[in-house]
């Protein structure tokens, strides 16, 4: 359960369905921090996230590929960043279901928590 005075971290490569339901929670006092799209690139830097990562981070989500930009998240340093923290991570996957082996049971788990 997330408290007041912590933080999310949300890509800015995410779609509003990843992120509306995240930034509701700025109501019960959470706050919401946002790991910018590098223009140049169009990809959030792991450096930017690096930047925003605090003893305060509870979370940090993302698509692991950018429906809006195409962009892939090198995912197991984002979450070796997180946890360096104690921060979990939610990614979703659906924009990897062709390319990568799915990691949960078929038909679910478009979205998944690494802690």
């Not at 997330?2 to 959470?30: D, F, M, S, Y």
């Not at 919401?32 to 140049?40: K, S, Y």
Request: net charge positive.
């Amino acid at each position: 359960m997330l408290r007041p005075g912590q933080e999310i971290i949300l890509a800015e490569t995410g779609h509003e369905a990843n992120l509306g339901c995240w930034k509701r929670l700025e109501r019960q006092g959470v706050v919401i921090r946002w790991w910018r799209v590098d223009t140049e690139t169009y990809t959030c830097p792991l450096e930017g996230l690096r930047g925003l990562l605090s003893e305060r981070t509870a979370l940090v989500a993302l698509p692991h590929v950018s429906n809006l930009l195409g962009g892939i998240v090198d995912l197991p340093a984002v979450v070796q960043a997180a946890h360096a923290v104690g921060a979990r991570v939610v990614a979703r996957r659906r924009g990897m279901r062709r390319t990568a082996p799915s990691t949960s049971t078929p038909g679910r788990g478009l979205l998944r928590v690494l802690d």
